[in-house]
């Protein structure tokens, strides 16, 4: 990884966005904020105070305006918490400053709209507001035209470096549940069932890709060698689809089981599939295959010593 990239990157393992004092130096950089420009911000302090809450109120209006937003705010005790959170985000704007500290509160509010499900949109049409509420009261109080627009310029270009950070740690955190959501997809998908002790079935349903064929040999592996398993049953009923792809995939999870000291046994192989891997001249001569899963049950049994008699059957 180059020296930039370890300076800010999205945290798999929480969803969280890393930054460093370099990093914020060159966002800063991009944004061209300067000393100056954090003067000029500092010195609206006082006008911020003085027009918090008129400005607070009106950005509310807006999400609450939206049936899509509003409910993100289900009651009263909700709008009034984070009413109270927003002023002390407002006001923090306007501390002069633009620090690592600074870079990483602000990194919370975009984690915070992802993890409510708020969609971006909203968060930048949204700051909109802002700029433009703030924008007629600088006008408005600074009489030096030039200097109300080189405040607003200084101002405007804090809240763009606040809102590029949320949108880097929403698509984290969304990045992150996405993650999430796909490994449990992912582990439905290959759902390796302990049968009888030491034999293990493993039904595969729908297409097989290059990607799901990595994760299924490494699911069968992790579990052949924790279950000390002497045969892995795949039944392939669910797969639509057979072709020369499959089979090899097929044939590479046998072989790895083989080498951990486990037989492979196919099963749910059709009429069709059958005529296709002799069509296709596939080699599947290492694998034991049977046309239904209870026959590959039985198979994996007899490995064992066991088999499956009527009951009443004398042994």
Same mark, same amino acid.
């Given at each position: 990884?180059?020296?930039?990239?370890?300076?800010?990157?999205?945290?798999?393992?929480?969803?969280?966005?890393?930054?460093?004092?370099?990093?914020?130096?060159?966002?800063?950089?991009?944004?061209?904020?300067?000393?100056?420009?954090?003067?000029?911000?500092?010195?609206?302090?006082?006008?911020?105070?003085?027009?918090?809450?008129?400005?607070?109120?009106?950005?509310?209006?807006?999400?609450?305006?939206?049936?899509?937003?509003?409910?993100?705010?289900?009651?009263?005790?909700?709008?009034?918490?984070?009413? @109270?959170? %927003?002023?002390?985000?407002?006001?923090? =704007?306007?501390?002069?400053?633009? #620090?690592? /500290?600074? +870079?990483?509160?602000?990194?919370?509010?975009?984690?915070?709209?992802?993890?409510?499900?708020?969609?971006?949109?909203?968060?930048?049409?949204?700051?909109?507001?802002?700029?433009?509420?703030?924008?007629?009261?600088?006008?408005?109080?600074?009489p030096d035209r030039v200097e109300a627009m080189a405040a607003f310029d200084s101002l405007h270009k804090l809240v763009a470096f606040d809102t590029s950070l949320a949108i880097d740690a929403y698509i984290a955190a969304n990045l992150d549940s996405l993650g999430r959501q796909q490994a449990a997809i992912r582990e439905l998908s290959t759902p390796v069932i302990r049968v009888h002790d030491r034999?293990?079935?493993?039904?595969?349903?729908?297409?097989?890709?290059?990607? @799901?064929? %990595?994760?299924?040999?490494?699911?069968? =592996?992790?579990?052949?060698?924790? #279950?000390? /398993?002497? +045969?892995?049953?795949?039944?392939?009923?669910?797969?639509?689809?057979?072709?020369?792809?499959?089979?090899?995939?097929?044939?590479?999870?046998?072989?790895?089981?083989?080498?951990?000291?486990?037989?492979?046994?196919?099963?749910?192989?059709?009429?069709?599939?059958?005529?296709?891997?002799?069509?296709?001249?596939?080699?599947?001569?290492?694998?034991?295959?049977?046309?239904?899963?209870?026959?590959?049950?039985?198979?994996?049994?007899?490995?064992?010593?066991?088999?499956?008699?009527?009951?009443?059957?004398?042994?």
């Amino acid at each position: 990884m180059r020296p930039v990239e370890r300076r800010f990157q999205a945290n798999e393992a929480d969803g969280h966005v890393t930054l460093d004092e370099d990093e914020v130096s060159r966002r800063r950089a991009l944004f061209c904020i300067d000393d100056q420009d954090l003067v000029r911000i500092a010195a609206l302090r006082p006008l911020a105070e003085r027009h918090m809450d008129a400005v607070v109120d009106s950005f509310y209006e807006l999400l609450l305006g939206h049936p899509d937003t509003r409910a993100f705010f289900p009651d009263e005790v909700t709008v009034g918490r984070v009413k @109270r959170l %927003q002023r002390s985000y407002f006001l923090g =704007l306007f501390a002069g400053r633009c #620090d690592l /500290a600074y +870079a990483q509160d602000r990194l919370r509010v975009g984690a915070t709209h992802e993890r409510i499900g708020m969609p971006p949109k909203w968060y930048i049409g949204a700051f909109r507001k802002y700029l433009s509420l703030l924008l007629e009261r600088i006008v408005a109080e600074i009489p030096d035209r030039v200097e109300a627009m080189a405040a607003f310029d200084s101002l405007h270009k804090l809240v763009a470096f606040d809102t590029s950070l949320a949108i880097d740690a929403y698509i984290a955190a969304n990045l992150d549940s996405l993650g999430r959501q796909q490994a449990a997809i992912r582990e439905l998908s290959t759902p390796v069932i302990r049968v009888h002790d030491r034999v293990l079935l493993l039904p595969l349903v729908g297409a097989i890709d290059s990607h @799901r064929a %990595q994760q299924v040999m490494e699911t069968v =592996l992790v579990r052949v060698i924790e #279950d000390k /398993a002497r +045969a892995l049953i795949l039944d392939i009923a669910g797969v639509p689809v057979v072709d020369t792809r499959v089979a090899d995939h097929l044939l590479k999870t046998t072989a790895a089981v083989r080498l951990v000291g486990a037989d492979t046994i196919l099963t749910g192989v059709s009429a069709q599939v059958a005529r296709t891997i002799i069509q296709l001249g596939v080699d599947i001569s290492s694998m034991v295959t049977r046309a239904r899963l209870s026959e590959g049950i039985e198979h994996a049994l007899k490995l064992i010593g066991r088999e499956i008699r009527p009951i009443g059957d004398k042994p």
